[in-house]
């Protein structure tokens, strides 16, 4: 934490003690001062937050892409030892496409973090793989300083180098393999690699049998895979399409428009002051807590994926629990009004009973899949490289050993928190408070970017936009907020459990 970090600090303390002790206009001008440096804060901090997530994740994003391509490769190959029809010439070609794009893709993953032992030794694994030279990474990894840099360059240069290890040094290059090689494809390389300079001809051999059966499952699942998100897509290209054909023209009559609007009580000082008040508090946790968050992925290695699951959780909590709270203290409490009722969480909307409010939830759910797919086209076309959210790839890297209590945690962590939290704030808090002025369609544009904004998450802002959209849309559809809780959760369940079949 820096000097700025302190000046902000002190300068909420300051506004926040005088609004409190002074009375009347003297107030009104103290609290008019806090919301204007809040106001500055908040627009600084998510410029600097824009900035540093973009840098911090893409070389991540990059070696997740790079993953792929191998594991992809190694797959290819494994059809190919199955097939009694072989093109070894094309075959070859598909294969060097694959370690090239792989190459590539770490070699500016390197670029953005060029002190990132790991992301070297990953790239000597790979040209070791493919009986390329490694001496020249070897020497990048050994003018790397640190103990993690060490123990890489002692393994690796073994396997790769001298292509030999003694017996007496096999545990100790095996425990360093287990401890620092990111689990996945790259651990596979290397134990197979170990096996074969120790010597053990028979063993090397049931492990890369081992191998290529373990990637001609993976080919299977992604089979599976692509035949599941393409039914699931047209499926929602039918929900799409009849919602096109039946939806009327004003979903909500004026006579209903109280069961979708905000309660006569909150202005826009209160939505401002809810939104104001969480920012700051999220930015201003953000130093203290980033001991924490960057240290995941050494949570990841040495305690394992339920540890992050509980720390991730954690986490999340402190940062967005102040938003639900607030909304409490000045929206809620001064009002005196139920928070379900209030909120929209409602179990039954007139004949729409919970049944049919679960089905919404999940066609929602369906008709985001074409939408999002049709999306990420878009934005790939554009140069976006993917999400720039930082937590990605600290995930993805701890699911890859997740036991099932850990996925679990997971899936709660990452689908159920969210879909109430978020819910409440964006679509029971924010949407309902620009309904009581606005009309549908602006509503839920304004709130879908404002939802796509406060992820901060320039790769994915496109995505989040349209599931912001959608959220709202069903939302507005049905009075209650149960269905995009629904779609909600099952839309960020779904998503990391796709990224464990492709990268676990």
Same mark, same amino acid.
């Given at each position: 934490?820096?000097?700025?970090?302190?000046?902000?600090?002190?300068?909420?303390?300051?506004?926040?003690?005088?609004?409190?002790?002074?009375?009347?206009?003297?107030?009104?001008?103290?609290?008019?001062?806090?919301?204007?440096?809040?106001?500055?804060?908040?627009?600084?901090?998510?410029?600097?937050?824009?900035?540093?997530?973009?840098?911090?994740?893409?070389?991540?994003?990059?070696?997740?892409?790079?993953?792929?391509?191998?594991?992809?490769?190694?797959?290819?190959?494994?059809?190919?030892?199955?097939?009694?029809?072989?093109?070894?010439?094309?075959?070859?070609?598909?294969?060097?496409?694959?370690?090239?794009? $792989?190459?590539?893709?770490? @070699?500016? /993953?390197?670029?953005?973090?060029?002190?990132? &032992?790991?992301?070297? +030794? #990953? !790239?000597?694994?790979?040209?070791?793989?493919?009986?390329?030279?490694?001496?020249?990474?070897?020497?990048?990894? $050994?003018?790397?300083?640190? @103990?993690? /840099?060490?123990?890489?360059?002692?393994?690796? &240069?073994?396997?790769? +180098? #001298? !292509?030999?290890?003694?017996?007496?040094?096999?545990?100790?290059?095996?425990?360093?393999?287990?401890?620092?090689?990111?689990?996945?494809?790259?651990?596979?390389?290397?134990?197979?690699?170990?096996?074969?300079?120790?010597?053990?001809?028979?063993?090397?051999?049931?492990?890369?049998?081992?191998?290529?059966?373990?990637?001609?499952?993976?080919?299977?699942?992604?089979?599976?895979?692509?035949?599941?998100?393409?039914?699931?897509?047209?499926?929602?290209?039918?929900?799409?399409?009849?919602?096109?054909?039946?939806?009327?023209?004003?979903?909500?009559?004026?006579?209903?428009?109280?069961?979708?609007?905000?309660?006569?009580?909150?202005?826009?000082?209160?939505?401002?002051?809810?939104?104001?008040?969480?920012?700051?508090?999220?930015?201003?946790?953000?130093?203290?807590?980033?001991?924490?968050?960057?240290?995941?992925?050494?949570?990841?290695?040495?305690?394992?994926?339920?540890?992050?699951?509980?720390?991730?959780?954690?986490?999340?909590?402190?940062?967005?629990?102040?938003?639900?709270?607030?909304?409490?203290?000045?929206?809620?409490?001064?009002?005196?009004?139920?928070?379900?009722?209030?909120?929209?969480?409602?179990?039954?909307?007139?004949?729409?009973?919970?049944?049919?409010?679960?089905?919404?939830?999940?066609?929602?759910?369906?008709?985001?899949?074409?939408?999002?797919?049709?999306?990420?086209?878009?934005?790939?076309?554009?140069?976006?490289?993917?999400?720039?959210?930082?937590?990605?790839?600290?995930?993805?890297?701890?699911?890859?050993?997740?036991?099932?209590?850990?996925?679990?945690?997971?899936?709660?962590?990452?689908?159920?928190?969210?879909?109430?939290?978020?819910?409440?704030?964006?679509?029971?808090?924010?949407?309902?408070?620009?309904?009581?002025?606005?009309?549908?369609?602006?509503?839920?544009?304004?709130?879908?970017?404002?939802?796509?904004?406060?992820?901060?998450?320039?790769?994915?802002?496109?995505?989040?936009?349209?599931?912001?959209?959608?959220?709202?849309?069903?939302?507005?559809?049905?009075?209650?907020?149960?269905?995009?809780?629904?779609?909600?959760?099952?839309?960020?369940?779904?998503?990391?459990?796709?990224?464990?079949?492709?990268?676990?």
């Amino acid at each position: 934490m820096n000097g700025t970090y302190y000046f902000w600090l002190a300068g909420f303390v300051v506004l926040i003690a005088l609004s409190l002790a002074w009375k009347e206009k003297l107030r009104s001008l103290a609290l008019t001062a806090l919301a204007i440096y809040a106001t500055v804060f908040i627009g600084t901090s998510v410029v600097s937050s824009f900035q540093a997530r973009a840098r911090g994740n893409a070389a991540y994003v990059k070696a997740d892409r790079a993953e792929l391509n191998l594991k992809l490769s190694s797959g290819f190959v494994a059809v190919e030892s199955y097939s009694p029809f072989r093109d070894k010439k094309s075959s070859n070609e598909v294969i060097a496409k694959f370690y090239k794009d $792989a190459i590539d893709c770490l @070699d500016d /993953a390197i670029k953005e973090a060029p002190k990132s &032992s790991i992301l070297r +030794a #990953r !790239k000597i694994i790979i040209e070791m793989d493919r009986g390329k030279s490694t001496a020249e990474d070897l020497k990048e990894l $050994a003018k790397i300083d640190s @103990d993690k /840099a060490r123990d890489l360059h002692l393994l690796l &240069s073994s396997i790769a +180098a #001298r !292509k030999k290890v003694p017996p007496e040094q096999f545990k100790k290059l095996e425990t360093i393999a287990g401890k620092t090689v990111p689990a996945g494809w790259y651990r596979q390389i290397v134990k197979l690699q170990l096996y074969k300079a120790l010597g053990k001809k028979k063993d090397f051999q049931k492990l890369h049998q081992d191998f290529l059966e373990n990637y001609m499952y993976f080919m299977v699942r992604l089979g599976v895979l692509f035949m599941v998100v393409a039914l699931a897509a047209v499926a929602g290209f039918f929900v799409i399409l009849a919602q096109l054909f039946f939806l009327k023209r004003s979903p909500t009559s004026e006579a209903e428009r109280d069961l979708i609007s905000a309660p006569p009580g909150w202005t826009w000082k209160t939505v401002f002051a809810v939104f104001a008040g969480w920012l700051c508090v999220e930015f201003l946790l953000g130093p203290p807590l980033k001991g924490i968050s960057s240290n995941l992925g050494t949570i990841a290695t040495e305690q394992g994926a339920t540890m992050v699951a509980l720390m991730t959780a954690l986490l999340y909590l402190v940062q967005n629990l102040p938003a639900i709270f607030l909304i409490w203290l000045l929206a809620l409490r001064p009002n005196k009004l139920p928070f379900m009722e209030t909120m929209k969480i409602r179990t039954r909307v007139g004949k729409t009973g919970p049944y049919k409010l679960i089905a919404a939830g999940v066609g929602t759910w369906y008709a985001a899949i074409p939408v999002i797919i049709a999306t990420v086209f878009l934005v790939t076309r554009l140069g976006f490289q993917g999400s720039d959210n930082p937590i990605v790839a600290i995930v993805l890297t701890a699911a890859k050993d997740a036991s099932p209590f850990g996925v679990f945690l997971f899936i709660l962590t990452l689908g159920v928190l969210p879909a109430l939290v978020e819910e409440v704030l964006f679509r029971g808090f924010l949407y309902t408070s620009l309904r009581r002025k606005l009309g549908a369609f602006a509503s839920i544009v304004i709130s879908a970017a404002l939802f796509s904004l406060a992820h901060m998450d320039l790769g994915g802002a496109i995505q989040l936009f349209c599931l912001g959209f959608l959220f709202a849309f069903i939302f507005e559809k049905t009075k209650s907020l149960i269905p995009s809780m629904i779609c909600h959760c099952m839309w960020n369940s779904g998503m990391f459990l796709m990224a464990m079949m492709l990268f676990s």
